[in-house]
């Protein structure tokens, strides 16, 4: 009854009405996607974590809160944290500023610039199994890199095998692998500049390097942001080149969390443990991603 | 709850395997068996179906299924396996797991069903080689694998570098650690090649040392595997042994160096007898094989092995023990010895092996292979081993410098690998 | 930043550039080279620019020893699948994040942008037992939906709506008071000129695809099904040991074909991205 009233008064399908419909409709096979695909196994990742679960022993029994108990007495965690916090920061910050270089370099109008495009990005379609290897041969004490240091009369650390440099090395080994993709979307920033600010500029007066930091930096920022929180995202989750390169040592030096995480669960078996500590990256992962988000409202230049 | 889950689950993949896998006839009794293993090679894949071909002749309903996992990622994919409800039927097992799989209960006893398995000779099967694989004197799993430590050397650099030959060594009854040593340290004062490696060590890998401080008689743990050993005196004297054929000597080469054995980059490797197939085919030096140095115990072996086991408490784990005696019985024994070490006592004489390993000369097979295999202790096993594996990894780091104080370092390793072998 | 430099400054941005190419082109060159090295060659040390001897049977073997154009076909065609079910799914649900006003939206948004945050080692138990239950266990259906729908569409969803945002909103304006409903709104007018971030789209999409390792590693299980990630580490001696130059030859064979539609495709993926809300 109250819907004749109400139809009599003004039709049901409104244009908001009929918007909110289509709003849905359009985004229905994501977000059911989302909730089959990403929340119901992490609610189920959530479920196990409250259980002591050894996947050999077929045993899965509920202990409350014993495992994130365990995270706090963990005496390995701040090790696996500080590493995993020096490791993402190194990464994004190398990954985006050799990017943003390479992206300016490539922007030039240069016979053969595409060949230099395509070698730049081809890492990332190169098998990270190979990649990885030549690395780490690259890297051995007694390797490329060494020798070519001592033709200069230097003589190279043992790169994988001294804590510090053993962190430079996997950070850099993953930069060069995908700094490619930054590239490109950096590139097409860049090529989306209007090029008449960089003439107004120039009659301003303003030299190359003001332009790019008073034109272009501002113009940018909503790449940089949206870089930065792949880069990032993305930081957290490397673990097989760790895995090749390093193993986590020497000492626990190069142990982030996520190759903490697949010990833990894949190969000490520790299920329960191992969710409990996906929670954790999840938590943190959540955490930063909505920092930058909010951020971007200060530092980006719009976003409209 | 779990064990309903897991019975639906796995009556469901019973179902399920055989149509996406193979198409089987819809025959009531139609059996699927599924067996992981970490060998992609055409020649054992071969040589597996043919195995499997000759049980589907008396047991027409049984399909047997072999699905390759590449190595590096074979326990994380089994393990999801089992975490997801769907175990294979059979399975390779790595000695590193061992202890795990075989106190988990996850595995079939299989010593009764080979004892009954006529024409089976489980006598035969010696009991150094089933040790690993045993508990309460039930076989959970067959060491399908028992492959002996040896020592290949690369004598064009060794007489170039004017040391004594192992070869000459034995002969002469010197063939000990501190020989083997100098010898290593000759070529590798030469500064054209390195001495000794241990294969797949690489100063991450630390139970392969096994295989030299066992000439110690060092242990990294008790007997019981409650106790750290890596403080008492037999193992710190041979890891300061080792440590100071490293760095004081330059007889190994150190850590974060890449050096092949098999590309003539070295004097002498310790590996397993079945890397001969690494030997350089086009431009081959003179090499030899020969049997561990004596170390201040005197004479010893170590083997290295691997296991196939049955998962208890499926549907089909009575086809898939009797399908496990049957591929490993004398008769088709013989035919895995082609590619795995046996562990037979009756296939260990050089005749069969002879067959099988080309490379070897009779005096190598005999020397190396069969006191090997008769005689070797197995590298160290724990329950729980992963874990403790990387713990004291991460401890021994500490000592792969050239100043380092092994005793504290060790003291170190065991105050954190303690606590995981008490539990 | 486009004016025309002079000789000198090309001169040197020439060499810049080429010693900053070293570290990218030394892997992929000591790949191809030596993947028709004999095996023993391989680890050779100091590693060799030219192979010593050359060995091309390397690449007949990739596809004696494995049904190696089988898995390229599973490869190719799950990444064209999800490809262009991304396409769709993600335009979609960008678009109606960007121009459709639903309560909640912003909401529903960040709860899609979770999606982006989870490492695929967290939920690949579970999504085990999930596709088991199915009955999709060594399919490839799992490669193809958890794509499309699941989290890494998320990224492509992320991508269409900071583009959808930043395209003027005078033609659909038009449109509407023209009578046009949302959906043509979408298809005729907005959808063709999303081209560009389309692009973009496809190229990530069909990257990430074809470089999964993780899930067809637990996912299949029968070497016809095995897409080209996995089926590179299956090519091992009769000890297990790999057969470096044979793997390598099949990763060879792998990237190449994707860097050729690179270099084709380079021009337009580049050009279209600048032309996204990704750009300034």
Known sequence: MSLATEKETRPFWTIARRDAAAGYLFIAPQLIGIVIFVLIPLGLVFWYSLHEWNVLANSFNYVGAANYQMLLADPSLPQVLTASAIFSAGLVVLNLSLALLLAVLLDQKLKGIVVFRTLFFSPVVVSLVAWTIVWSFLLQNNGGINGMLSAFGIEGPNWLRTPTTAMISVVVVQVFKNVGLNMILFLAALQGVPKELYEAARVDGAGAFKQFRRITLPLISPTILLTSIITIVGSLQVFAQIAVLTQGGPGMSTTVLVYYLYQQAFQFHFFGYGSTLSILLFVIVAVLTFAQWQLRKRVVFYEN | MKLTYLKASAALAGILVPLAASGVTWAQDAVNLRMTIWSANEAHLAMFNEIAAGFKETHPNVTVTFEPIPFENYTTTLTTQIAGGNPPDLAWILETTAADFVNSGALAPLTDAFAATEGYDLEDVTEQATALWTRDGQLYAYPFSTSPFAIFVNNDLVTAAGATAPAELIANGEWTWENAFATAKAVADGGQADGLIVRDFNYQTWQNLASIWNGWGASPWSEDGKTCAFTDAPMVEALTRIHEAIFAEGAMPGPGENVDFFAGNAAMTITQISRASLLPKDDPFDWDLVPLPEGPIGAYAVVGQAGVGAFANRPNTQVAVEFLAYMTNPENSQKLAQFFPPARASLLNADTLAATNPLLSAEQLETVVIAGISTGTVLPGHTNFAQIQQTVRSGLDAMWVPDADVPAVLQSVCDSVGPLLAR | ?280
């Open chain 3, 1 to 280: 930043m486009k004016t025309d430099l002079s000789p000198r400054i090309k001169v040197a941005l020439y060499g810049l550039m080429c010693v900053l190419l070293i570290p990218f082109v030394f892997p992929t060159w000591w790949m191809i080279t030596s993947s028709v090295k004999p095996i023993s060659d391989i680890f050779a040390f100091p590693p060799d620019l030219w192979p010593r001897r050359f060995d091309f049977s390397t690449y007949a073997q990739v596809f004696e020893l494995q049904p190696f154009a089988r898995q390229y076909w599973n490869s190719a065609y799950i990444a064209a699948i999800v490809t262009a079910g991304t396409m769709i799914v993600s335009s979609m649900a960008g678009y109606a994040f960007a121009r459709i006003k639903f309560p909640f939206s912003n909401a529903i948004f960040m709860v899609v942008l979770l999606g982006l945050l989870i490492p695929s080692e967290v939920t690949i138990v579970p999504l085990f037992q999930m596709f088991l239950g199915w009955g999709m266990i060594n399919t490839h259906w799992p490669l193809i939906l958890v794509p499309i729908f699941g989290a890494p569409s998320v990224f492509a969803t992320f991508v269409m709506r900071q583009f959808f945002i930043a395209l003027p909103t005078e033609l659909e304006e038009a449109a509407r008071v023209d009578g046009l409903g949302r959906f043509k709104i979408f298809w005729i007018i907005a959808l063709p000129l999303a081209k560009p971030a389309l692009g973009a789209v496809a190229i990530f999409t069909f990257l990430h695809s074809w470089n999964l390792y993780l899930e067809p590693i637990v996912f299949l299980s029968s070497t016809q099904m095995f897409t080209l990630p996995q089926a590179l580490t299956q090519f091992t001696d009769a000890y297990g040991g790999a057969m470096w130059n044979i793997q390598l030859a099949a990763a060879t064979m792998t990237a190449i074909p994707v860097l050729l539609v690179f270099i084709v495709a380079q021009k337009q993926f580049v050009e279209g991205l600048a032309h996204t809300g990704l750009k300034g």
